[in-house]
């Protein structure tokens, strides 16, 4: 069952706190996290401001690669920001377990956010990699997602396109005859986050199918 959670995360070493803080007089809206092809974290965010001055410059500040700014919307900024390889990890549950930002806000003291999550399953690991990375986890509400955003077979709407993308590139026919960085280019994300995906969308193929048939028999 697909949950919509509302929750805050609070640490320092949440990356982009600092900017936040520093730019005070911005509200930074993440769009996305996905992984570069350089395997680097990347957080797309809608910043909303009168000026972008002490945004840009505490970005310039801030443990970052790279940054760019995608779009401009009237007070709106799309920014697209690659941390540094010494980020923390934390960034990478969002990623990894394929949890959909619906309303997240990056804060001074770490996240404010309505996410959703696959199920309980991928809540109950987001919680454990919460204490693992010594980040406090305040849960405020957890619902049922509306029933469009469920799938059969328990797969992400990304995990069902991922798998529909390397089906149709021949990614699993014998002989292969497509790879992950082609999927990947066609889907806007690198190889290694093709490779993350196909593995959960598999391993939740088998849990949602396999393993309820036996279960039953």
Known sequence: MTLDVKFELFSEEIPLTTV?????????????????????????????SETFDTLETALDEAM????????????RRLYRVELSDQSPTSYTEFVQLEIVPINTTITPTGFRSHARFADRETLAEFHGACEKYDIELQLDQIFEAPPEADDRYGLTQKQRETLL???EAGYFEIPRTG????????????APSVSERLRRAQDRLIRHTIVIDERYL
């Open 20 to 48: 936040a803080a520093t730019a005070s007089d911005s509200v930074l809206r993440v769009e996305d996290i996905l992984a570069s092809e350089h395997s680097r974290l990347v957080v797309i965010f809608w910043a909303e």
């Open 179 to 190: 790879s992950l960085e082609e999927i990947g280019a066609e889907l806007g994300v690198s």
């Open 64 to 75: 970052v690669a790279t940054y760019s700014i995608l779009g401009t919307r009237g007070n």
């Open 165 to 167: 993308a390397a089906h």
